[in-house]
């Protein structure tokens, strides 16, 4: 194993750091409107103009380091949700582009932007989905979580906000800063540990399994 192997994240951020690099404002244009909040950061819509006066959008995730985190913790996080997010390729699963700083030196991820918002959103505008829609969602849900643990990867924070939408329907599963990759290349199997995700939600779904169980 070379140190690049090893510690991925030291290749990473020397690449980040290259002044040959286009800048972020260069490459996917002005952040502008806020479409996202959490304990990461800030996630907003960055605006590039492209020929015909016309304009491509980008989601722009905001790193925020957390006052526990020293600067190598907080490096090694973020490397390790980019190299799993960006090793992922399939419709239900959002496009993650790029890893660079902003001017300001503060990290940033750069998405495919899904401009439907996510399934919590949704839920609270109709107050419920009906049962085509909710099928066609579940399905997609299903898919996405198939091709991870296929490839190894479990996400540990699935939950409607973590699930966007676009115009179309399509529903991508997002946010991967409590992934983990339980299978390596062709090692065995690795248990992860800890609880990770909404307190709530565990004893929410710990209630339904229960209840399932029951009938």
């Not at 991925?8 to 479409?35: A, C, D, M, Q, W």
């Not at 699930?163 to 992860?192: C, S, W, Y």
Request: hydrophobic letters at 35%; glycine letters at 10%.
């Amino acid at each position: 194993y070379t140190a690049e192997t090893l510690f991925p994240y030291t290749t990473l951020f020397r690449s980040i750091h290259s002044n040959v690099s286009p800048s972020l404002v260069e490459k996917y244009g002005s952040r502008r409107e806020i479409i996202g909040r959490g304990a990461f950061g800030l996630v907003r819509v960055s605006h590039k103009a492209i020929k015909g006066g016309k304009e491509q959008l980008f989601a722009v995730k905001e790193f925020c380091r957390e006052s526990t985190d020293d600067e190598e913790g907080f490096r090694r996080r973020l490397t390790e949700e980019y190299n799993i997010s960006s090793s992922l390729s399939h419709p239900n699963i959002i496009r993650t582009l790029e890893l660079m700083h902003d001017v300001r030196g503060g990290l940033c991820e750069v998405m495919e932007l899904c401009a439907a918002g996510d399934l919590h959103r949704l839920l609270l505008e109709t107050g419920k989905l009906d049962f085509t829609e909710a099928d066609c969602f579940f399905k997609q849900l299903l898919c996405g979580i198939k091709y991870m643990h296929d490839m190894g990867i479990v996400h540990r924070d699935l939950k409607p906000e973590n699930l966007v939408l676009t115009t179309r329907g399509a529903l991508k599963i997002t946010d991967f800063g409590n992934g983990e990759r339980f299978r390596i290349a062709e090692l065995e199997d690795q248990m992860v540990g800890g609880v990770r995700g909404s307190s709530q939600i565990g004893r929410a779904s710990c209630r339904e399994r229960v209840s399932l169980q029951c009938r």
